[in-house]
């Protein structure tokens, strides 16, 4: 879905902490930045990745968020990256052994906006690219966030699990209440232009023939009527289908190209 607008100003409020525990590849850091950046996070913490940092193909796979990359910060161990924290919730599509309530991510998105609006801070952790967060790990955080994703097929890439909570957090704050753009419908037009389509429409109809059963026009009637207003149309559009029903009605009195050429051909 294309649209970025690079001159729009980049909003770097409250947001909860992305932590990737060991992640390996450097694209699935990149594009976890992506999808941070999509839905207004920033803050993205490594703990021990695999093939260091900086990585050039995170920088690729990123697609420019660069206001993502460039505040990333590496730690070498879980306890150093989520120090500041006052909440912190593992994700995990495993159930695990443990005493933790278990939030999908509308839930936990709903906390964590309530805790970050009160001054404090919030994480969300995620696993490796084989297996995940170790239950070591898990069992650090406050409580588990989990996905509604198909039992037999649950496992999620790394940055799909980061845009999916993004989308959710987005959806939560503040930031997330209004939609960037609205549909640009014009306004339905007002009912006296409706009523005028309807009576010429009718009136048409009426001279044409349509209404051939005299006791079954009523209905007729208003099952047009009741279509037409479904459509809401503009005022401009109501003037267009007016054109149309006119053009319609005038068209005997225009000569028919195809009608005189056969005419024609017949005195040949």
């Known amino acids: 879905m294309a649209g970025t607008d690079s001159s729009q100003p980049l909003s770097l409020a409250p947001c909860p902490a992305i932590i ?5 590849l450097g694209e699935n850091i990149g594009a976890a930045a992506r999808a941070m950046a999509n839905f207004g996070l920033w803050d993205m913490r490594l703990v021990r990745p695999r093939d260091g940092w900086p990585n050039e193909k995170a920088v690729a796979a990123a697609s420019r968020a660069d206001h993502v990359l460039e505040r990333v910060r590496v730690f070498d161990t879980l306890e150093e990256a989520m120090g500041d924290l006052t909440l912190v919730y593992a994700t995990t599509a495993r159930s695990r052994d443990m005493q933790k309530e278990v939030y999908g991510p509308e839930e936990a998105s709903s906390y964590m906006a309530g805790h970050i609006a009160g001054g404090q801070k919030a994480g969300l952790l995620f696993g490796r690219e084989k297996w995940g967060l170790l239950n070591e790990e898990v069992a650090m955080a406050d409580a588990i966030v989990t996905l509604p994703v198909e039992a037999a097929f649950a496992s999620l890439n790394i940055a799909q699990a980061v845009l999916l909570m993004s989308y959710e957090w987005r959806r939560t704050s503040e930031a997330g209440r209004a939609l960037p753009f609205g549909d640009n419908l014009a306004e339905a ?3 006296n232009d409706l009523v005028g389509l309807f009576e010429h429409l009718e009136g048409v109809l009426d001279q044409t023939g349509f209404f051939t059963t005299p006791d079954k026009r009523p209905s007729m009637v208003n099952n047009l009527r009741t279509a037409l207003t479904r ?4 005022s401009q559009e109501i003037r267009t289908l007016r054109g149309v029903i006119s053009s319609i009605d005038r068209r ?5 190209p195809n009608r005189m050429k056969k005419a024609e051909k017949t005195e040949d």
């Not at 990737?20 to 390996?24: F, G, I, R, S, V």
């Not at 005997?252 to 028919?256: I, Q, Y």
């Open 20 to 24: 990737l525990c060991e992640p390996q």
């Open 189 to 191: 037009a007002p009912r």
């Open 231 to 234: 459509g809401r149309f503009t």
């Open 252 to 256: 005997h009195e225009r000569p028919n």
